[in-house]
T-cell receptor, first 116, second 114 residues
Framework: AQKITQTQPGMFVQEKEAVTLDCTYD???????LFWYKQPSSGEMIFLIY??????QNATEGRYSLNFQKARKSANLVISASQLGDSAMYFC?????????????FGTGTRLTIIP | GAGVSQSPSNKVTEKGKDVELRCDPI?????LYWYRQSLGQGLEFLIY????????KSGLPSDRFSAERTGGSVSTLTIQRTQQEDSAVYLC????????????FGSGTRLTVV
């Protein structure tokens, strides 16, 4: 079984500052994928970034980067230069394989609020 | 269409009634998933279809819940004899096998059982 833990139920960050959202995971699988999703108040789930368990480099997508520390089983999301539009719920998730065609296990989420 | 389409977007039903929720995945996506999100909570896996394989139903909370996927495309999630605890947003997602680009989610169906 897989488990995702997000210990920050809510965060407030000043606009233009960087923010780190924590995510730790537990799995017995050797091969897995890690994801971050953003859910704004509209309710849609927006894919942000993916990290494969065998990827040696941290994934980056624009202002998003994933700080992957395999030995510590952590996959923190870093948002650089935060914007007001970043205010949303953020979910960390994982699948048991490198390819995203298995069921996702989600964490409970972190509500990020960007302060102008 | 360009995205995953779910209907209806909102559904209010009386306790004890049956409801059907529809998901139209992205054309060509082989995998389809249903998740449930209760108010302020994370996403709970319900069921997963992959091509012509038998679906993974391990997340269905009770035998009142069932889902089918016709022709490898459209899926219907049926909840029989709805209860108030079934009130949630039901999200559908689809993906193409062997992609690292995650799942594409629909906008969800908000179900309210009164």
């Amino acid at each position: 079984a897989q488990k995702i833990t997000q210990t920050q139920p809510g965060m407030f960050v000043q606009e233009k500052e960087a923010v780190t959202l924590d995510c730790t995971y537990d799995t017995s699988d050797q091969s897995y994928g890690l994801f971050w999703y953003k859910q704004p108040s509209s309710g849609e789930m927006i894919f942000l970034i993916y990290q494969g368990s065998y990827d040696e480099q941290n994934a980056t997508e624009g202002r998003y980067s994933l700080n992957f520390q395999k030995a510590r089983k952590s996959a923190n999301l870093v948002i650089s230069a935060s914007q007001l539009g970043d205010s949303a719920m953020y979910f960390c998730a994982m699948t048991p394989h490198n390819f995203g065609n298995e069921k996702l296990t989600f964490g409970t989420g972190t509500r990020l609020t960007i302060i102008p | 269409g360009a995205g995953v389409s779910q209907s209806p977007s909102n559904k209010v039903t009386e306790k004890g009634k049956d409801v059907e929720l529809r998901c139209d995945p992205i054309s060509g996506h082989t995998a389809l998933y249903w998740y449930r999100q209760s108010l302020g909570q994370g996403l709970e896996f319900l069921i997963y279809f992959q091509g012509n394989s038998a679906p993974d139903k391990s997340g269905l909370p009770s035998d009142r819940f069932s889902a089918e996927r016709t022709g490898g495309s459209v899926s219907t999630l049926t909840i029989q004899r709805t209860q108030q605890e079934d009130s949630a947003v039901y999200l559908c997602a689809s993906s193409f096998r062997h992609t690292n680009y995650g799942y594409t989610f629909g906008s969800g169906t908000r179900l309210t059982v009164v």
